[in-house]
């Protein structure tokens, strides 16, 4: 998997930037393949400008009567050869350039969904995941396109070509490359007037693309509770409005191409009448052969098929440009929890964690804590308690480094979280939510995903220890059974156990766990505490309890409310705290 380096800019997310990000790209990572194209384009366009030259002397040849059958014949089978060494070249030019796009929409594909996956949840907070999905995967393809367009359609071939016919008509018939060259700033602008108006049309279409795979995908995401309501209807309309705003502007796009088309092809024409008319008066007034006539309008040919391909390129690349935008968008995101320059590895916790003067705030209206100091001491059990909106689950998600405090901070040991690489912390530390979705893959994958390289017996060691080896050996596959998507087909129960064997297979150091045991039944709830027991003293646990009984024999219990430390202690301390107290009463009620 090869990632760019190249940095990336929200200044540089334009049409005219991401082309150059693009050319960058190919340079930097396919500079070979690049010039191999280039070679290529230049042996194609010299043997396609020669093979007019041999006509026009078979031509002459024959209008004077001093074309020989054996000289005629070699000029023929010349014509033939050329053809195919340009037609070799050309092919030569669009695998090249196919290796070329494919390789840079990997890259850049890659690069992209790295960054995805590396933005703090801060970020994710506030984007859908399925249009950033959507960014990516149809960001991609548009990359290639982008990069196809410019290379596998044989543009540059075919401009080199151009480049060659112009040239040798200004040295040889500067009248006549004057016919060539004034209608090419017009059919240019043309094309860029009304090109113009198909991208802006385009703009528009990407985002109703966008829209309706956003309404798609939300209305499946949650899919029984539109069965729930009876919503299938409605669901089905609001998709149908989308496509049809979408299908009225791809009707005026196609408008636009057709009049693109029509006035293409008259200013071609206009250009046919009179290179032959001003060829037919040469000829008559004997300042040109026939054979040059041939040559010359086999060579306009040549100049407008560039052109031509320049159209139909440059408003698919409108198109495609725009696509690719957004993906560039997401690359070009910063990461505000990226690793410090001189950041350090986190070794093994040695004392404890501390919480200093921590502030955070998800945004500026909603406030969610305030000045917290707290500890937990190595191969200690704290639980945090409080009603919902307390701040329970922000105070775990800060202790990971999801997000960083506002003000104060967060040590390991002294060690600023801040100033630790990113990637130690991960790995000495895990993570079991109230609402566990699983991998759509197998049981032992599922459960060895922070330790893929973990034998069987590893495997079966950490679902032994979660009590989840039991019902798994009951399935008809055992570790081999898919769970389904997000762990759909398992229970709650189920899909909590082989989350806390998925937390247990790293061995971490902190071990936070926000009500793991919310979604078991009783007799397998004593179990899990068990488990709980039998791992104190080997792992620091931070509990975040919302059943007060799972907490009860904590070393110490954090009581929160309002995004505030109200207490400290173990239950029985605890309890002679009002707040403490009524959580307490209402959940024996319960």
């Known amino acids: 998997m090869k990632l760019s380096d190249i940095p990336v800019t929200k200044e540089q997310v334009t049409f005219k930037g991401v082309l150059e990000l693009l050319v960058q790209s190919v340079w930097k990572y396919l500079k070979f393949p690049a010039i191999g194209i280039l070679l290529a384009g230049a042996v194609s366009g010299l043997f396609q400008l020669a093979a ?10 024959l209008t004077h009567g001093t074309l020989s059958l054996s000289h005629g014949s070699l000029l023929a089978g010349l014509i033939g050869l050329f053809a195919l060494i340009a037609a070799f070249f050309f092919v ?13 929409e990997d890259i850049w594909r890659y690069t992209a969904l790295l960054k995805f996956y590396n933005l703090p949840l801060k970020w994710h907070d506030r984007h859908d995941s399925g249009e950033v999905g ?14 196809y367009e410019i ?21 040889a018939y500067p009248l006549f490359a004057l016919i060539f060259i004034v209608p090419i700033p017009v059919y240019i602008l043309v094309t860029k007037i009304i090109s113009t108006r198909v991208v802006k049309a385009q703009i528009i279409i990407n985002r109703l693309d966008h829209s309706a795979s956003r309404t798609f995908y939300d209305g499946v995401g949650n899919l029984r509770y539109v069965k729930t309501f009876g919503k299938e209807k409605e669901e089905t309309q609001a998709y149908a409005d989308i496509w049809s705003k979408y299908h009225t502007l791809e009707y005026k796009q196609q408008k636009d191409r057709t009049l693109q088309s029509l006035l293409q092809k008259i200013i071609e ?47 698919r690349l409108g198109r495609v440009t725009k696509r690719a935008s957004r993906l560039f968008d997401l690359a070009a995101e910063t990461d505000a929890l990226a690793d410090v320059p001189d950041a350090v590895s986190l070794p093994l916790l040695y004392k404890e964690i501390r919480f200093e003067n921590v502030h955070f705030e998800y945004s500026k209206r909603l406030h969610t804590m305030h000045d917290v100091s707290v500890c937990f001491k190595k191969g200690t059990t704290t639980a945090i308690v ?58 032992a994958q599922n459960i060895s995903y922070s330790n893929p390289h973990a034998g069987k017996k590893e495997v079966e060691r950490a679902a032994k220890l979660a009590h989840a080896h039991e019902f798994i050996t009951q399935l008809p596959k055992g570790y081999r059974s898919i769970v389904g998507e997000r762990g759909v087909r398992l229970s709650g129960g189920q899909r909590q156990r082989i989350a806390i064997a998925r937390s247990l297979m790293s061995n971490p150091d902190l071990l936070v766990m926000d009500e793991a045991t919310s979604h078991l039944d009783s007799e397998t709830e004593l179990a899990i505490k068990e488990a709980i027991q039998y791992l104190h003293g080997k792992h620091t646990q931070v509990i975040i309890a919302h059943r007060l009984s799972t907490v009860k024999h904590a070393d110490n219990i954090i009581l929160m409310d309002k995004g505030r430390v109200l207490a400290q202690g173990n239950h029985k ?11 307490c009463n209402l959940q024996l009620q319960k």
């Not at 030569?92 to 840079?104: D, G, H, M, R």
């Not at 605890?574 to 959580?583: F, Q």
């Open 92 to 104: 030569v030019a669009e695998k090249l350039s196919f290796y070329i796009a494919t390789q840079v």
């Open 386 to 443: 409080g009603r919902s909106g307390a701040g329970k689950t922000t105070l775990a998600l800060l202790l990971l480094r999801f997000y960083d405090p506002d003000k104060g901070r967060i040590t390991w040991d002294d060690i600023d979280l801040r100033s630790a690489q990113r990637a130690s912390l991960r790995k000495r530390t895990a993570l079991i939510l109230q609402d566990t979705t699983l991998f759509n893959r197998t049981i």
């Open 52 to 61: 007019p030259r041999l006509l026009q002397q078979i031509v002459d040849g």
């Open 151 to 171: 290379f596998g359609q044989n543009l540059i071939v075919l401009f080199i070509t151009l480049f060659f016919v112009i040239g040798y008509t200004l040295w």
């Open 269 to 315: 024409t206009l250009m046919r009448a009179v290179l032959l008319v001003v060829g037919i008066i040469a000829v008559k007034n004997h300042t040109l052969s026939i054979g040059e006539l041939v040559l010359l309008i086999s060579y306009q040919q040549l100049s407008f098929s560039p052109l031509e391909k320049l159209t139909s390129v440059f408003t």
């Open 573 to 583: 301390e605890l309890l002679k705290h009002p707040m403490y107290k009524r959580l």
């Open 134 to 147: 959507a960014k990516i995967d149809r960001g991609g393809g548009a990359i290639y396109e982008v990069i």
